[in-house]
């Protein structure tokens, strides 16, 4: 359960996949790639060299543009990921999901 847990690191993995991490120790990559064309907001992130450049930025990844995906929803995907529990999680190796 989230409890406004906040990303503490992130690191890139390579394609659309990031290494997160929380600051109550959940961590795990996440695929991006579902966000990409998802909205003009997103739609900077299909150029690679601008996906690399996520920060941590309000207490989860932001990309310089302003977008950004909510710190309960990666929680939410990486703890379902863990537990293998959400249907919506697609498990893609070591603790890696898809965010749909």
């Known amino acids: 359960m989230w409890n406004l847990n906040e990303v503490s690191e992130i690191s890139y993995r390579g394609g659309y996949v990031?290494?997160?991490?929380?600051?109550d120790g959940l961590e795990g990559?996440?695929?991006f790639s579902?966000?990409?064309?998802?909205?003009?907001?997103?739609e900077p992130l299909r150029d690679i060299r601008y996906f690399k450049m996520a920060t941590i930025e309000g207490?989860?990844?932001?990309w310089?543009?302003?977008a950004?995906?909510?710190?309960?929803?990666?929680?939410?995907?990486l703890e379902g990921a863990d537990?293998?529990?959400?249907?919506?999680?697609?498990?893609?190796?070591?603790?890696?999901?898809?965010?749909?």
């Open 64 to 66: 310089p543009n302003g």
């Open 83 to 100: 537990k293998g529990m959400h249907a919506d999680t697609k498990p893609r190796g070591d603790n890696m999901v898809a965010l749909s």
């Open 18 to 23: 990031y290494r997160i991490a929380f600051d």
């Open 34 to 42: 579902d966000y990409i064309g998802r909205g003009p907001i997103f």
């Open 68 to 77: 950004d995906v909510a710190p309960e929803t990666l929680y939410e995907k």
């Open 29 to 31: 990559e996440i695929d």
């Open 59 to 62: 207490g989860t990844i932001a």
